[in-house]
T-cell receptor, first 114, second 111 residues
């Protein structure tokens, strides 16, 4: 079982460029989440999805977009990258959103916008 | 929206001693879950312990235990017999449909 796989692991973007962070899970989880973690801080929820075709905003959605066309994949799109988006991005998944099943995290993507 | 507060940015403890990390949260929900996650320098998020809000009994996992006070909305983590490998960032998290995290406590275990 691969669990939650994020690609790429590292990326440097120039201001104004766009990119997609990929996240895929092979555990047939319904719920998927995107977080960002700024240096020395906790994880802030960007977007989450409760199933294919359904997404919802989290705490800090501005500057990002997501889609969930399949159960397995939950890509995060950055349009017009800004230095404020420099962060480590984590994708996570869980079978339910109630907390009664464990959430699994990817290894993170370190993004630098210069 | 739910908020999670960890008021101790950094803590240290001597090896083999006990340390308690604090967490408070704010919610109007009655049923929810609370978690403590460990994040070592590798950045991996590791689940330490989980507590169901409707259970009065405090959760325990080996050297890790919690003190869950639902009325006070408090959820502290106690680490007994601290080990060097416990050195990490510790995050408290609240879950009801989505998962929200506190800012974290950096724990250093000293030899």
């Amino acid at each position: 079982n691969a669990g939650v796989t994020q690609t790429p692991k590292f990326r440097i973007l120039k201001i104004g460029q766009s990119m997609t962070l990929q996240c895929t899970q092979d555990m047939n989880h319904n719920y998927m989440y995107w977080y960002r973690q700024d240096p020395g801080m906790g994880l802030k929820l960007i977007y989450y999805s409760v199933g294919a075709g359904i997404t919802d905003k989290g705490e800090v959605p501005n500057g990002y977009n997501v889609s969930r066309s399949t159960t397995e994949d939950f890509p995060l799109r950055l349009e017009l990258a800004a230095p404020s988006q420099t962060s480590v991005y984590f994708c996570a998944s869980s079978y339910s959103g109630a907390g009664d099943t464990e959430a699994f995290f990817g290894q993170g993507t370190r993004l630098t916008v210069v | 929206a739910q908020t999670v507060t960890q008021s101790q940015p950094e803590m240290s403890v001597q090896e083999a001693e006990t340390v308690t990390l604090s967490c408070t949260y704010d919610t109007s929900e009655n049923n929810y879950y609370l978690f403590w996650y460990k994040q070592p320098p590798s950045r991996q998020m590791i689940l330490v312990i989980r507590q169901e809000a409707y259970k009065q009994q405090n959760a325990t996992e080996n050297r890790f235990s919690v003190n869950f006070q639902k009325a006070a909305k408090s959820f502290s983590l106690k680490i007994s017999d601290s080990q060097l490998g416990d050195t990490a960032m510790y995050f408290c998290a609240f879950m009801k449909h989505d998962m929200r995290f506190g800012a974290g406590t950096r724990l250093t275990v000293k030899p």
